[in-house]
């Protein structure tokens, strides 16, 4: 796997070559590249060598040579639930979505449990705009085999890789659930945004507990799944209709505590990621990006595109999720 941040011409020049890629960048570049073996994503944002940066005259490119085959396909909301058809005997599948889409909410909320949704990994992110244009110029996709870009759908690659390849797939969590005794949040519904939850087991309006209270809204609803830490983000506050909306869906009756405090972002990155990072997949969080002010700040070895949400098989944010394909 090589990832490398290149100009349209040498993207495409790869991609003529027969390369299988991953990329990201601005939907203009990405709208220029010939037919082939990759799909892409729209991102301005970037973690680089050098730290966060906004890039958009470059695309971030990762080549696959450990892929022997690629199938790449669009899937509409209604067609996520086959996703699993793709898969492939002892392979792994990339999967983009773009955010705010209808695919983006009914695989967040439903992906879990579709039928052989965890038969293999699956990896991937979901597709953004710079923050001035949200609201203005809608998140994309691309199928690179039929050049076509997606604000609706799902692009997903199977891969086939080469014998004796195997995918590890690593979620990285900087923050720590809160202490046992710190209010615990569960909810009686799944989804993007509630009103009310249980708080200790008392029924509560959210949107007034978390004013009242000066909960800091930056930091993530965390809940344990098994002994992975998940996070789940506050978009936003509305104390008049008491709505409390997310960037990934609340799951009904787990229990969920905020994160504790974290002082320095790029500092917490560096220490859990350590040296090295080439020849690796990474996407990170545009929260992370924000609240931890990473632009021009390092994070360790670890480069890849800065997304409106990770995927390893299950929607994250908050999170950077790194894949490594290694031989077995």
Known sequence: MKNELL?????????????????????????QL????WIGGTSVYFVT???????????????????AKANIKVLAADDLPRIA?????????????????????????????????FNQPLVGWISGVHLDDIGRVSPKVFDG????????????????????????????????????????????QSGFAAQSALIDGVETPLAGYLQDNGIDTRLPLIANYGGALINVSVQSVDPESGKVAFYAPVMEGVDYRFAKPLKDYAD?????????????????CILNYLYGELEGKSTGGFTGPVTFGEIAYMLLNQTLVRLDLQPA
Do not use: W
């Not at 060598?49 to 892929?67: F, H, K, N, Q, S």
């Not at 917490?268 to 990170?284: E, H, K």
């Open 85 to 117: 058809e793709g898969y492939a005997t002892g392979g792994m599948s990339f999967i983009l979505i773009p955010a705010f889409s209808e695919a983006h909410s009914v695989f967040a909320v439903d992906g879990p449990s579709y039928t052989g949704f």
């Open 34 to 37: 010939p037919k082939g073996n």
């Open 268 to 284: 917490a990155f560096a220490r859990q990621l350590g040296a090295g990072g080439d020849g690796q997949y990474s996407c990170n």
């Open 49 to 67: 060598d050098t730290g966060g940066a906004v890039i958009r005259d470059r695309l971030y490119c990762t080549t696959l040579p450990e892929a």
């Open 7 to 31: 100009s349209v011409d040498a993207a495409a020049a790869r991609i003529t070559s027969g390369a299988v890629m991953t990329i990201a960048g601005d939907e203009s570049l990405l709208a």
């Open 145 to 188: 085999a039929t050049g076509e870009a997606h604000d609706d759908a799902a692009v997903v690659m199977h891969l086939t890789l080469e014998d004796g390849m195997t995918p590890q797939v690593e979620i990285v969590n900087i923050f720590d659930q809160n202490e046992a005794d710190a209010p615990c949040f569960r909810f009686t």
